[in-house]
Nanobody
C-alpha cells in the first residue's frame, strides 16, 4: 500500500523557518515526481512546489518563489520543503503528493497519491 507521510509543521512567528518532510514508500518515489500543495481555511487547495523524480527539475509557485525550496533525497525516499521568510498568508495545511509521471505539474489531477497533511501556522 502506498503511503505518504508529512511532518515538520508547527507554529512559527512571521519571518521564521520550517522544513517539511514527506516520507514515501519506495515504490511511490521510484520514477515519480513529488509535489507540495497547501490549503488554507476556507480556500481551495493550491499548488506550492514540485520536483522531478531525479531532482533535476523544480517548479515553485510565484507566491513562494525566493522563500521556499524543494529538494529530494532518494536514498531516504524523502522530499523536503524548506520554508524561509514565512508570512501569515502561508498558514495552511500542507500536503505532499506523488505525481502520475516522472515530472509533476501544478494541477492536482496530475497527482494520484496524497498524504494526510501537516499544519503550518504563522503568527504575525
Amino acid at each position: 500500500q502506498v503511503q505518504l507521510v508529512e511532518s515538520g509543521g508547527g507554529l512559527v512567528q512571521a519571518g521564521g523557518s520550517l522544513r517539511l518532510s514527506c516520507v514515501s514508500s519506495r515504490r511511490t518515489l521510484s520514477n515519480n515526481g513529488v509535489g507540495w500543495f497547501r490549503q488554507a481555511p476556507g480556500k481551495e487547495r493550491e499548488f506550492v512546489a514540485t520536483i522531478s523524480w531525479n531532482g533535476g527539475s523544480t517548479v515553485l509557485s510565484d507566491s513562494v518563489k525566493g522563500r521556499f525550496t524543494i529538494s529530494i533525497d532518494r536514498t531516504k525516499h524523502t522530499v523536503y520543503l524548506q520554508m524561509n521568510g514565512l508570512k501569515p498568508d502561508d498558514t495552511a495545511v500542507y500536503y505532499c503528493a506523488s505525481a502520475r509521471r516522472a515530472v509533476g505539474g501544478t494541477s492536482e489531477s496530475e497527482y494520484n497519491y496524497w498524504g494526510q497533511g501537516t499544519q503550518v501556522t504563522v503568527s504575525s
